[in-house]
């Protein structure tokens, strides 16, 4: 399932890249005289070549890509055969700077239009929802890169840079706090510690792989199901605090503990019905005068036979609705800040730690759900082509960035670089991008073979 979305995604977001091209270089006049959807060596799926324009519109079999190749334009496809003959009107070679200069960034402009397009959508279909980081009352459990800065398991995330009100359900939420310089925290629901973040704190993320933290929820029991077998005096409401006498304090807790007790009876803590309230003290599972204990079958799998309790009926998500012109405003700066956040994130490239971590191909699959989702699918959708604009604007030779840079020296220097010299450097350009793409998806074979 993740492989398809990601199929799916990425041929959305290639066929848009390149149809920004095509568009461009028919707004200019320049003659297109492939657009192809996916790569097609030996052979295509199907093509068409329309008599009024002469380009061959095709679907090729190799899922990795498409292309757009616009006559006398020194591209990926390495042809220099149609650069021997003299220019022509209708090539990319014969028109002005500035047409060429928009004509490469056609994919960029397009990639970062489509997500502005999405998030509109998603904004307008979906809303948003807020959670105040305050309100997680049982707290975060932070990575151990996290606990050796002072973070401590329980602590309920204030403010940022004297920044508050940070919603926990945003996608920028993380980054605003790994980048911060300090962070307050509410310990033990009394004290307000403040914790300075060192300069190096993502790239010792990045080094030992681990997040910053993630918001615990309580395992509170939703529904029980008709078992006598299971769930034994458990009631809808309950909050599971302990079991066996070691605490619980959220959903993870309580399942690695059910699991290490497959097909025994666990004695099983809980606040009874009507009295659980997340957050208000640390549990003392020996004298907590409002637990109640239960002796519970757990079967072979793992399972007690309740429904858990969703988190946005344990915390006051705020759910945010848009009409439709409210949506594209924000919409649009939800993509803006998108793009901010990632354009950021990329200095971390080129340290030692975020070479590291550089994925590929399995690396975007994890994006996406194990199962559909459309939400998460167009969010997913949306993120990859911001990366795939920003990536594209990177100064490398294969890239469009690359041609870009060419063309602005030549608008400055009122001199242009030789077809030969182009193909040279588009060489050079391919091999590295190659490399950069083997190391990135050798990365991912790496992972999934060490794990």
């Known amino acids: 399932m993740n492989i398809l979305q990601l199929i799916a995604s990425l041929s959305i977001l290639v066929f848009i890249h390149e149809l920004g091209h095509f568009a461009m270089a028919r707004l200019f006049g320049a003659r297109v005289e492939k657009f192809y959807l996916f790569f097609n060596p030996w052979f295509s799926l199907f093509k068409y070549k329309s008599k009024r324009s002469g380009t061959v519109y095709g679907l090729g079999w190799l899922p990795l890509g498409g292309y757009c190749q616009i006559a006398g334009m020194v591209d990926e496809s390495m042809d220099s055969e149609g650069l021997k003959s003299a220019p022509k009107p209708d090539e990319f070679r014969s028109k002005k700077a500035w047409q060429r200069l928009l004509?490469?960034?056609g994919g960029i402009i397009f990639n970062v239009i489509l997500a502005m397009i999405i998030y509109i959508g998603i904004a307008f279909t979906w809303g948003d929802k807020h959670l105040d980081?305050?309100?997680?009352?049982?707290?975060?459990?932070?990575?151990?890169?996290a606990q050796q800065v002072g973070f401590r398991d329980g602590d309920i995330i204030l403010e940022a840079d004297g920044v508050g009100h940070l919603n926990a359900l945003s996608t920028q939420f993380t980054g605003k706090l790994i980048n911060a310089k300090e962070i307050k925290v509410l310990r033990d629901h009394k004290d307000t510690i403040t914790i300075a973040m060192p300069n190096d704190f993502v790239e010792r993320m990045l080094a030992a792989e681990q997040s910053f933290a993630t918001p615990r929820v309580p395992f509170v029991v939703d529904s029980v199901v008709r078992d006598e077998t299971l769930a034994t005096g458990l009631h809808k409401g309950d909050n599971i605090i302990a079991i066996?006498?070691?605490?619980?304090p959220d959903i993870e807790a309580v399942i690695s503990a059910l699991q290490a007790?497959?097909?025994?009876?666990?004695?099983i803590m809980a606040i009874p019905v009507g009295q659980a309230k997340l957050g208000t003290k640390a549990f003392d599972t020996e004298s907590d005068s409002r637990a109640v204990c239960y002796q519970v079958a757990v079967d072979t799998v793992g399972q007690i036979g309740v429904v858990i309790r969703p988190m946005q009926e344990l915390y006051p998500v705020e759910q945010i609705s848009y009409g439709v012109f409210e949506a594209v405003p924000a919409g649009i700066r939800r993509a803006t800040t998108t793009i901010g956040g990632y354009v950021s994130s990329l200095r971390y490239v080129f340290t030692k730690e975020g070479a590291k971590s550089m994925g590929g191909l399995g690396t975007m699959a994890k994006l996406f759900p194990s199962g559909f989702d459309w939400l998460a699918f167009w969010s997913v959708t949306a993120f990859l082509s911001i990366i795939l604009a920003v990536m594209n604007l990177l100064p490398i030779p294969a890239l469009d960035g690359g041609h870009i840079v060419f063309i602005l020296l030549e608008m400055i220097t009122r001199r242009k670089l030789s077809d030969k010299v182009m193909m040279y450097i588009q060489t050079v350009g391919m091999v590295l991008l190659i490399?950069?793409?083997l190391y990135?998806?050798?990365?991912d074979i790496y992972r999934y073979l060490i794990k």
């Open 103 to 105: 004509i490469m960034a």
């Open 133 to 145: 980081s305050k309100s997680v009352e049982s707290g975060w459990k932070f990575s151990e890169v």
């Open 244 to 248: 066996n006498g070691q605490a619980t």
């Open 261 to 267: 007790a497959k097909g025994t009876t666990v004695e």
């Open 435 to 437: 490399l950069l793409m």
């Open 440 to 443: 990135a998806n050798g990365n």
